[in-house]
Each structure stands twice: as structure tokens, then as C-alpha cells.
T-cell receptor, first 108, second 113 residues
Framework: QKEVEQNSGPLSVPEGAIASLNCTYS??????FFWYRQYSGKSPELIMS????GDKEDGRFTAQLNKASQYVSLLIRDSQPSDSATYLC????????FGSGTRLSIRP | ETGVTQTPRHLVMGMTNKKSLKCEQH?????MYWYKQSAKKPLELMFV???????ENNSVPSRFSPECPNSSHLFLHLHTLQPEDSALYLC????????????FGPGTRLLVL
């Protein structure tokens, strides 16, 4: 059974700090990795995708991929209350597989 | 708004009812997807359609029956559901199967009594 594992949280981070979200995947054939943000009662929204080892930065978000260790992480710098949401990690080999999500809470 | 709409947004049905969920995308995409999202469980891919042809069916029970009459519309027909089928059903679309970015609709919150 191919899986994507995430700590369900909640992860509580003070406003302005760095939020670090982690994810591991089991399928070594995975080539594409994604982070989706899902606000309560809303649908998932793609915020980052990463395909090669290393870091990828987009504004306050940085995705990190380590294929040897089979983990993906998402760093959110200067966390804002509006970042409070559930973050879904996903990997794709032949098909996309989602983790169950990590709930992030940014406290003012 | 992502350009993907779903109706109804909420649905309560008995185990003997028949109902349908509708999804429409206004993005000109060629691939459409049905997902099931249950509390504290991973998002589960149910069906994938490309150019109105079903290309993936992830061992979904036959009480769920998808229909894709054209590349803009996707239906999920429901009959004799079980209480454990209660979940958020999400539709998504992408430019085509190779395109990684999927755009999700707002979902239908389904409760089976």
C-alpha cells in the first residue's frame, strides 16, 4: 500500500515565526510532490510543487525534497494568522496519493 | 473561485435513495476527477476521466457510478449508499492527465442516514 504520512497536528506556531511541515512517502517511484492548503470548509488549493532534490522557494513558502530519505517539507516564513489551515502533502508516481493533512494554527 | 463548481453543496440522503452529484468546470480542461475526503483520512482518488473516457477506477464500490457526458461536466450517481459513505466529495480538473496542477471544486458534503 503506497502511502503518504503526515503528522495530523495541530501544529501551533506564533505569528511571525517559521512553520515547518513534514511529510514522508513510501513509493520510491514518486517523481512529483505537492503541497495543498485547505481552509476549513473549503477545497484544497495547490500552493507548491517540487520535482527535484533541494529547495524551491516561492514568496514566504519553501518546499524541500529529499528523495533518498523520502521526505518532503514545507517551510512558511513570517507566519500569518491567514496561514492557519490544513496542509496536504501529495506525491505522484503513476497516480497522485495524498496524506491526511497537518492542521496548522498561527497564534497572534 | 477556481472555475470548478459543484452542486449540491450539501446533501442528506437515506440508504435507499438515489441522488446525483454534479461538477462543472469552466477552464477548458480535458481531465476531471472525483475524490472522497473523510475526516482524518487522506484524500482518496475515486475516478479519473480524460476526454470523457474513464481512465481510472480505484476499486470504488458499484454504488458509486460516474458519468462524463462531455469534457466540462462530471456526475457521480449514488444509490443504496451506506452511512460510512458520508464524506466530502470533491471534484477537480486539470488541463490534461500530464498536467500536475489540479483545480478543486468546493465539494459536496454528503450525509447518509
Amino acid at each position: 500500500q503506497k502511502e503518504v504520512e503526515q503528522n495530523s497536528g495541530p501544529l501551533s506556531v506564533p505569528e511571525g515565526a517559521i512553520a515547518s511541515l513534514n511529510c514522508t512517502y513510501s513509493d520510491r517511484g514518486s517523481q512529483s510532490f505537492f503541497w495543498y492548503r485547505q481552509y476549513s470548509g473549503k477545497s484544497p488549493e495547490l500552493i507548491m510543487s517540487i520535482y527535484s532534490n533541494g529547495d524551491k522557494e516561492d514568496g514566504r513558502f519553501t518546499a524541500q525534497l529529499n528523495k533518498a530519505s523520502q521526505y518532503v517539507s514545507l517551510l512558511i516564513r513570517d507566519s500569518q494568522p491567514s496561514d492557519s489551515a490544513t496542509y496536504l502533502c501529495a506525491s505522484r508516481a503513476s497516480k497522485i496519493i495524498f496524506g491526511s493533512g497537518t492542521r496548522l494554527s498561527i497564534r497572534p | 473561485e477556481t472555475g470548478v463548481t459543484q452542486t449540491p453543496r450539501h446533501l442528506v440522503m437515506g440508504m435507499t435513495n438515489k441522488k446525483s452529484l454534479k461538477c462543472e468546470q469552466h477552464l477548458g480542461h480535458n481531465a476531471m476527477y472525483w475524490y472522497k475526503q473523510s475526516a482524518k483520512k487522506p484524500l482518496e482518488l475515486m475516478f479519473v476521466y480524460s476526454l470523457e473516457e474513464r481512465v481510472e477506477n480505484n476499486s470504488v464500490p458499484s454504488r458509486f457510478s460516474p458519468e462524463c457526458p462531455n469534457s466540462s461536466h462530471l456526475f457521480l450517481h449514488l444509490h443504496t449508499l451506506q452511512p460510512e459513505d458520508s464524506a466530502l466529495y470533491l471534484c477537480a480538473s486539470s488541463q490534461d492527465l500530464r498536467e500536475e496542477t489540479q483545480y478543486f471544486g468546493p465539494g459536496t458534503r454528503l450525509l447518509v442516514l
